[in-house]
């Protein structure tokens, strides 16, 4: 009886199916439900710009792009200039002890040639080392102690010992190389008392039998020689007279990628303008003319030189101000727009490419001898710097 039931369950579905028809498979294209969320914005069609909303709600393209950036180590460079100091036996011969000092240390000035004028006073040093060569004909080893009286580090002054081989026969000396970490030391460039002078230091070195020695002869003109060399330096903070100097950059050119994603018809550009902002944070009285500044297509490829009333002749910036633990800037703005510029060509060019040059004075001839009284002043990481801005409303 079970099987039976099976048996008619099964042709009663087959029946069934028989009697269904199947229907063509069809898409709706007209669904509203979301595939995929997000916001699409300005920013996302022109990320290397920046969009600003003006008053009226209306928009524009704002951005900036940096020129020249003329550090303090390109204003001043201490040289790497070497001073020898020699201490000899001045008599026929001398017999010594192990551990006698024949001889009074000797004091020195030493002045450096400064580039362009520079009158240096005093130097915080943030990087850079005093290379000294010593160098011994005796016929036993040598001791100098050396003291650079004019470096001061956390009011501690330098000073440094070091033990020199014997001289190997006549045509052979002993001889080492040692150097000095001169970062964080404040050096005063102004020599010794009464600390009138400039780009002087002052020096002491000394010479003794090393305690290790035998007794010996120290015969005449044999002695110790010191090359003292600074090496490397560049200054934290600096102050002086810088002298007077001409600095030329360029002709160059820089990256400009604002325009990539832009199409012409997209600006309105009898509205544009151009910014030029020129920033001393040097302690020193300057001049600056901005010339050759230039709009490079790259795709077209097009030039187009931005010409200007302003540009016409050099600018005066004056000296920084110095707070003591750095400097408040003196900025120079040149705004240019369709009434005394080309800048609706200049910007129409959609340049891919800045091209630029610069002709400044430090000290300009105009003005004085030494106007700040030495007081010309440079801190690491302050810059001169020239930055060209555009504003250019959407349509």
């Given at each position: 009886?079970?099987?039976l039931k099976?048996?008619?369950?099964?042709?009663?579905?087959?029946c069934l199916?028989?009697?269904?028809?199947?229907?063509n498979?069809?898409w709706?294209?007209?669904i509203?439900?979301?595939l995929?969320?997000g916001?699409?914005?300005?920013?996302?069609?022109?990320p290397d710009?920046?969009?600003?909303?003006n008053a009226?709600s209306?928009l524009?393209?704002a951005?900036t792009?940096?020129?020249i950036n003329y550090?303090l180590?390109?204003?001043?460079?201490?040289?790497d200039t070497?001073i020898?100091t020699?201490?000899?036996?001045?008599i026929v011969?001398y017999?010594?002890?192990p551990?006698?000092?024949?001889?009074?240390?000797?004091?020195?000035?030493?002045?450096?040639n400064?580039?362009?004028?520079?009158?240096?006073?005093k130097?915080?040093?943030?990087?850079?080392k005093?290379?000294?060569?010593?160098?011994?004909?005796?016929?036993?080893?040598?001791?100098y102690?050396?003291?650079?009286?004019?470096?001061?580090?956390?009011?501690?002054t330098l000073?440094a010992?070091y033990?020199?081989?014997?001289?190997?026969?006549?045509?052979?000396?002993?001889?080492?190389i040692v150097?000095?970490?001169?970062?964080?030391y404040?050096?005063?460039?102004t020599?010794?008392?009464?600390?009138n002078k400039?780009?002087t230091?002052e020096?002491i070195?000394?010479?003794?039998?090393a305690p290790t020695?035998?007794p010996d002869?120290?015969?005449l003109?044999?002695?110790l020689?010191?090359?003292?060399?600074?090496?490397?330096?560049v200054?934290q903070?600096?102050?002086?007279?810088?002298?007077?100097q001409?600095i030329?950059v360029?002709p160059?050119?820089?990256a400009?990628?604002?325009?990539?994603?832009?199409?012409?018809?997209m600006?309105?550009?009898?509205?544009?303008?151009?910014?030029?902002?020129?920033?001393?944070?040097?302690?020193?009285?300057?001049?600056?003319?901005?010339?050759?500044?230039l709009?490079i297509?790259?795709?077209?490829?097009?030039?187009v030189?931005l010409?200007?009333?302003p540009?016409?002749?050099?600018v005066?910036?004056s000296?920084?101000t110095?707070?003591?633990?750095g400097?408040?800037a003196?900025?120079?703005v040149?705004?240019l727009n369709?009434?005394n510029?080309n800048v609706?060509?200049f910007?129409?060019?959609?340049?891919g490419?800045?091209?630029?040059?610069?002709?400044?004075?430090?000290?300009?001839?105009?003005?004085?001898?030494?106007p700040?009284?030495?007081n010309?002043?440079?801190y690491?990481g302050?810059?001169?710097?020239a930055d060209?801005?555009?504003?250019v409303?959407?349509?």
């Amino acid at each position: 009886m079970r099987k039976l039931k099976n048996i008619v369950f099964t042709l009663l579905c087959i029946c069934l199916l028989s009697f269904c028809k199947r229907a063509n498979t069809t898409w709706d294209d007209n669904i509203v439900a979301p595939l995929a969320t997000g916001n699409l914005t300005l920013g996302n069609l022109f990320p290397d710009t920046v969009i600003k909303v003006n008053a009226d709600s209306s928009l524009k393209i704002a951005f900036t792009s940096n020129l020249i950036n003329y550090g303090l180590d390109s204003l001043l460079k201490i040289p790497d200039t070497t001073i020898t100091t020699a201490i000899t036996n001045t008599i026929v011969a001398y017999a010594f002890q192990p551990g006698e000092q024949p001889f009074q240390a000797i004091t020195t000035e030493n002045t450096y040639n400064f580039p362009n004028g520079i009158q240096l006073k005093k130097a915080t040093i943030r990087q850079g080392k005093a290379k000294i060569e010593l160098i011994n004909t005796v016929d036993q080893p040598l001791v100098y102690n050396f003291t650079l009286s004019s470096a001061t580090k956390n009011g501690v002054t330098l000073n440094a010992i070091y033990t020199v081989p014997k001289a190997i026969n006549s045509s052979t000396p002993g001889d080492t190389i040692v150097y000095l970490d001169l970062s964080g030391y404040d050096i005063d460039f102004t020599g010794n008392s009464p600390h009138n002078k400039t780009n002087t230091i002052e020096q002491i070195g000394g010479v003794s039998i090393a305690p290790t020695a035998q007794p010996d002869t120290w015969y005449l003109n044999q002695g110790l020689t010191a090359n003292f060399t600074f090496t490397g330096m560049v200054p934290q903070y600096a102050l002086g007279y810088f002298g007077s100097q001409s600095i030329v950059v360029g002709p160059d050119t820089t990256a400009f990628t604002a325009f990539s994603a832009i199409k012409q018809g997209m600006l309105n550009l009898n509205s544009a303008n151009v910014t030029l902002t020129i920033k001393n944070q040097f302690g020193v009285n300057m001049s600056a003319l901005l010339s050759n500044i230039l709009s490079i297509n790259t795709n077209i490829p097009n030039t187009v030189s931005l010409t200007a009333t302003p540009l016409n002749s050099a600018v005066h910036i004056s000296s920084a101000t110095n707070t003591g633990f750095g400097a408040t800037a003196t900025t120079a703005v040149i705004t240019l727009n369709n009434s005394n510029s080309n800048v609706k060509d200049f910007i129409g060019n959609l340049p891919g490419k800045l091209g630029y040059k610069l002709n400044a004075s430090i000290n300009p001839s105009y003005l004085p001898l030494n106007p700040s009284g030495s007081n010309d002043f440079g801190y690491y990481g302050t810059h001169f710097s020239a930055d060209l801005a555009m504003d250019v409303p959407l349509y």
